[in-house]
C-alpha cells in the first residue's frame, strides 16, 4: 500500500510540468492606434529583433509579425485567406485553424468590396487597412512550424491586437504545451466600440507554447456586412506578433523521465547478468 502511495506521488511529481512561473503580460486598450502603441513597442523590446520587418515579416530573426496589409487582393475579402498561407505563402511559421468556415483578410480601399468587413462605424485597422477574422467562427487557433519548413515548432511569446472588444470576459487569449495542457489565459482588455485592444504574454521560465488560442467576442462575421447575429459582441483582429517559431527540445521533465526510465533499464540489465 505504502509502495502504492509513493508511486502515485512519483508518477504526479513526473507529470506536473516543472515549475510553470507564468507568463508576462502586455496588455492595454484605447480608441486609437496611439493609445496601444507603447504597449506593442514594449512587447516588441522584450522580444528583441528592432522595428523594421525583413522578408516573410522576420525581425532580426528573432521575432515575427503579421499585419496583413501586404496579402494580395486574390486572397482578400471577398475571397477566404487560405489558413496556411503564412506557412507556404509567406513563410512565417505559422498555421491557422477554426471550427467556422475559413478566415478573411479585409478589402482595402477602392475595390468592389467594402473595407473593413463591411461594418465602418465598428472596425479600424491598427496597421492601415488590412484586419483579420475567421469566418462563421469566433475561434483561431494558431499553431507553429520552424518558417520555411516543416519542422513542427513553439514559440515563447505572442501577442495580437483585437479590434471593437466592447464585452468584458468574452475575448481572449489562451497557449497551450505541447501536451495541449493550458499554461496562460488572459481576457482581452475592453477598447469600446470601434476602440484597439492590445494583449500579449512572454514566457519568463521557459515555457514553450505549442498553440495560440484566440477567441474573438460571441458573436461572428459570416461575409462582409454580415454578422452571425445581431446581439452579442463582434470583435476582429489586427497584428499578430510572435517569438521567432524554434524546432521544440524535450522539456526537463521528459528528460528526467527519459532518465529515469533508462536508470531503470540499466538497473534491470545489471540484476539480470549478476542473477544465476
Ligand atoms: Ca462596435
Ligand atoms: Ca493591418
Ligand atoms: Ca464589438
Not at 23 to 32: D, K, M, R
Not at 139 to 151: Q, R, Y
Not at 174 to 190: G, K, P, Q, S
Not at 198 to 223: H, K, P, Q, W, Y
Amino acid at each position: 500500500m505504502k509502495l502504492r502511495i509513493a508511486s502515485a506521488f512519483l508518477a504526479t511529481l513526473l507529470t506536473v510540468p516543472s515549475a510553470w512561473a507564468g507568463f508576462i503580460t502586455f496588455e492595454s486598450a484605447g480608441n486609437s492606434p496611439a493609445a496601444i502603441t507603447a504597449k506593442r513597442d514594449a512587447f516588441r523590446s522584450a522580444l528583441g529583433g528592432g522595428a523594421v520587418a525583413g522578408a516573410n515579416g522576420s525581425f532580426g530573426g528573432l521575432r515575427r509579425e503579421i499585419n496583413w496589409d501586404g496579402v494580395p487582393d486574390t486572397v482578400a475579402d471577398p475571397n477566404l485567406l487560405p489558413g496556411n498561407f503564412f506557412h507556404v505563402n509567406s513563410p512565417r511559421g505559422v498555421v491557422f485553424s477554426t471550427p467556422g468556415t475559413g478566415f478573411l483578410v479585409s478589402a482595402n480601399a477602392g475595390l468592389a468590396t467594402p473595407t473593413l468587413f463591411g461594418f465602418p462605424n465598428d472596425f479600424q485597422a491598427f496597421s492601415a487597412q488590412r484586419l483579420f477574422t475567421a469566418v462563421n467562427s469566433n475561434i483561431t487557433d494558431v499553431t507553429f512550424f520552424v518558417p520555411g519548413t516543416m519542422t513542427a515548432a513553439t514559440t515563447s511569446a505572442f501577442a495580437a491586437i483585437f479590434v471593437d472588444v466592447e464585452v468584458a470576459n468574452l475575448t481572449k487569449i489562451e497557449f497551450f504545451d505541447r501536451n495541449d495542457a493550458l499554461i496562460f489565459t488572459r481576457d482581452v482588455m475592453v477598447a469600446g466600440n470601434q476602440g484597439l485592444s492590445f494583449v500579449g504574454g512572454v514566457a519568463d521560465a521557459g515555457e514553450m507554447i505549442s498553440r495560440v488560442r484566440l477567441t474573438s467576442g460571441l458573436n461572428t462575421v459570416v461575409s462582409n456586412g454580415l454578422l452571425g447575429n445581431p446581439n452579442d459582441d463582434v470583435v476582429v483582429m489586427d497584428d499578430f506578433l510572435y517569438a521567432e517559431p524554434m524546432q521544440s527540445v524535450p522539456e526537463p521533465s521528459s528528460i528526467a523521465l527519459f532518465s529515469l526510465g533508462l536508470a531503470g533499464c540499466i538497473a534491470r540489465l545489471r540484476r539480470r547478468r549478476h542473477s544465476p
